[in-house]
């Protein structure tokens, strides 16, 4: 009887053992059929390393230079600079693509893309850096003597109907004043133009058929004693007028076209002319210049005209009907010039 319970209970043992085996098993074997498969969970992957070495252009370490790691998972990036070697590593490097940005002062910034698989130590081809462009930034100003020159250049482009030289005029309100040198460049351009002598040669003309200054005489001879002294008017009140008294009283010796305004006030403007300038300061004054320059020509006139032509009285005329003939000019100047003048600078042209 005591055998019979002992069978039975080592029959029950057995049992136990059986069944607990089953389970142990049931639990084992699905993991290592996963591992035996080759998958791992996401948490179980290793990571990887990236290493390289940064040189310059010459091949020389580049030691210092920044090295911003870059992941394409948005995670936070990170930086360190190149040792003494020129060397840099990043450990623990998550499997993935990445980005690296290398920067140092005075040269040119890299990028270097890459992919990194679990567990490898990827190592960045050698990372050479070129020297940056210099970029210079130059300001060029115009010194006041130069802008009048480009300005000059431009008036002496000034012709009406294309023929007819209209240099002393300025379009520009607020045109630099003229250096001495530039009041007598601009006097000489004006004196030797090709349309100067040809007015002049119509001049003489009119005065010997109208028999003016009688004393030269008729003929080739009195035409050219015409020609000469008509020449030499134009020549010496434009020297005096516009350059040299000018140059002496600070003044400006051009015509500064108003075009706005009532009709009457730029009248009023363009008959003042004679009377009043524009000085060297950007301020209007008594044109001095060109009273005493048309007076100073007649004086001079007055030594070589005819003798039987000479007289106080003939100064006063010719300085008068000078300073008439300005103010006339001016206004043709004001109101009708201006339209029969094809070439004016640009800016005159937009600020009208």
């Not at 003929?219 to 030499?232: F, K, M, N, V």
Request: charged letters at 15%; proline letters at 5%.
């Amino acid at each position: 009887m005591r055998v019979t319970n002992t069978m039975r209970q080592v029959c029950r043992l057995r049992q136990l053992a059986l069944v607990s085996l089953m389970f142990l098993v049931a639990a084992v074997v699905p993991a290592a059929a996963r591992q035996s498969s080759g998958e791992q969970l996401p948490d179980q992957q290793a990571t990887g390393s990236i290493s390289g070495t940064i040189v310059d252009l010459t091949g020389a370490v580049v030691a210092g230079a920044q090295v911003r790691l870059t992941r394409g998972d948005q995670s936070p990036s990170a930086e360190l600079l190149t040792d003494d070697l020129g060397q840099f590593s990043f450990a623990n490097v998550a499997p993935g693509a990445f980005e690296l940005t290398v920067s140092f002062p005075d040269l040119n910034t890299q990028v270097i893309s890459g992919i990194v698989h679990p567990g490898e130590a990827y190592v960045v081809p050698q990372v050479v850096l070129l020297v940056a462009p210099q970029v210079t930034q130059v300001t060029v100003t115009l010194t006041q003597v130069e802008v009048a020159e480009v300005q000059i250049k431009d008036q002496e482009k000034q012709r009406v109907l294309g023929i007819i030289p209209n240099f002393y005029v300025s379009y520009l309100p607020d045109a630099v004043a003229l250096s001495p040198k530039q009041k007598f460049e601009l006097a000489w351009r004006s004196s030797v133009d090709p349309f100067t002598f040809i007015a002049i040669g119509a001049i003489a003309g009119g005065q010997q058929a109208g028999n003016e200054l009688s004393g030269y005489g008729q003929g080739a001879p009195g035409y050219a004693r015409r020609y000469g002294a008509s020449y030499g008017d134009v020549v010496i009140g434009t020297f005096l007028g516009s350059a040299i008294m000018p140059s002496l009283l600070k003044q400006d010796p051009r015509y500064f076209f108003k075009g706005t305004g009532s009709k009457r006030s730029r009248l009023l403007y363009a008959l003042s002319s004679p009377f009043m300038s524009k000085g060297d300061n950007g301020r209007w004054q008594p044109n001095y210049s060109f009273m005493i320059g048309s007076f100073a020509t007649a004086g001079i006139a007055h030594s070589y005209y005819p003798s039987s032509n000479r007289g106080l009285g003939l100064v006063a005329e010719t300085a008068l009907i000078r300073l008439g003939e300005n103010a006339v000019a001016s206004v043709f100047q004001e109101f009708i010039v201006r339209k029969l003048t094809p070439k004016v600078s640009n800016r005159a042209q937009a600020e009208e």
